[in-house]
């Protein structure tokens, strides 16, 4: 049976993909292709290339960690969307053939510049029929989009189809002279680095998956749950690792490598703990720079401990397998588990979500502390309070201070308290890091 690799959507938004990307002749597809080749390969950026397919691998994971090949791809998409950006991409102006206006009104009653083709216009909510289906106008007609969609909402056969009345205005290139830039390997390097970086950045961003774990309790012999426990604390501190189980263990000894330098002070703290109850159950750890060797020990007793492994767990179902000769593909169905129970994908977030929110809640010290707390997460009656006088964007220090009638100083300290116990239930509320 084939491996059905699975790969991240790659998501490349806005008008450069859109117009510029979309519009591009075959002469332009040509010379982009023979320029990926030469910048690809440069010397210049060869450590950029490295660095970006390994933080691939340690990232994301996926293909990624054990196909280099994919990676490189990923790199040269970057650089593919750098040249098109670089050679071909414009500052482009939109403007409603119907009302000839090049800006809208916002919700918030501010003026903004269109900054794409929308259907309807967000000005006069106008579109072009493409197709009249059961009405009795022509194509090419302009009509009220709101008011055809309400008029036609009951009508399972014959809507009509609209597209926008918006066209594009070209505007200057972003970039005068952009051959310089690719004869000059210092400029070439600057300019490919960032855009790759930040080609790398919206990938995490998009591939960013919040997980509440939560303690379990498991029993075996000392030194198997000493290694496990060592496990458990490098995923929990973010700590790059590798184990490999099924060949463990070797001449004797469970090998934990671990990956960069390991100074902070909690994990040297928590690995003293486990030292102490591996010394306790005459379990055997050495420790160096670049892993963590647990000897084995076969007279070890039987104990309990506690690990963090994910609660939720993907099951597969409705399983049918064909050789690759009937080229015919696997036809199954995805859900999650908690125990014995099947549960949709938007109840598990939120149940994990809840749990993590009020266990992180409870244990911080009441007063001003948990206000800060509420008012970060945007929850709460005292943020309802707060909302009030300050609107319900993102909360700044000063307009906390003020609120609860403390120093700004006082509101950050609040903020470390928050961070320590939110990292202390493995958990990350993202506006307290902000």
Known sequence: MAIIRQMPKLLLR????????????????????????????????????????KEFGVTI??????????????????????????????????????CK?????????????????????PNCRMAEIVNPGCSNLEPGTIANHDEMQQKY?????????????????????????PQEIIDCPKQLKRFFSEFVWNYFRQQIKENKRKEFKKPQKITG???????????????????????????????????????????SPEFSMELALIRAIANKHEVKIVY???????????????????????EHITMADNHTTFSDDEKQHIDQTSYKTVGEIRMQEDHVVMTEMNEAVLLVR????DGDCKNVYDIYRQDGEIYAQFSCKYGDSDPKINH???FLNITPRAVKQHRATIKIHCLANDFTLEKVYA
Not at 109 to 120: A, C, E, V, Y
């Open 153 to 177: 909402k009951n009508v399972i056969k014959g809507t009509p189809v609209f597209k926008s009345c918006m066209m594009c205005i070209d505007g200057n290139k972003k970039y005068k002279n």
């Open 14 to 53: 806005g008008s450069i993909a859109n117009i510029t990307m979309a519009n591009l002749t075959e002469t332009d597809r040509n010379h982009l292709d023979e320029l990926l080749e030469y910048v690809s390969y440069h010397s210049e950026l060869i450590k950029t290339k490295s660095k970006v397919i």
């Open 61 to 98: 994971r996926a293909d990624y960690s054990d196909d280099r090949y994919i990676a490189e791809e990923e790199f040269n998409i970057a650089i593919w969307r750098g040249l098109v950006s670089l050679f071909y991409h414009r500052d482009y102006e939109f403007q409603c053939k119907h």
């Open 101 to 121: 206006s090049t800006t809208y009104i916002t919700k918030r009653g501010k003026p903004k510049p269109f900054d794409r083709i929308q259907t309807p216009c």
């Open 288 to 310: 160096t720079p670049n892993s963590i060797n647990v000897n084995v020990n076969f007279s070890a007793p039987t104990i309990i401990v506690n690990v963090i492994r994910p």
């Open 400 to 402: 906390i201070a003020e």
């Open 362 to 365: 409870k244990s911080l010290p």
């Open 221 to 263: 012999p000392a030194d198997q749950m000493i290694v496990e426990e060592i496990i458990s604390m490098c995923s929990r501190l973010n700590i790059d690792y590798n184990y490999y189980a099924k060949v463990q263990p070797m001449n004797g000894v469970y090998y934990i490598q671990l990956n960069g330098l390991l100074t």
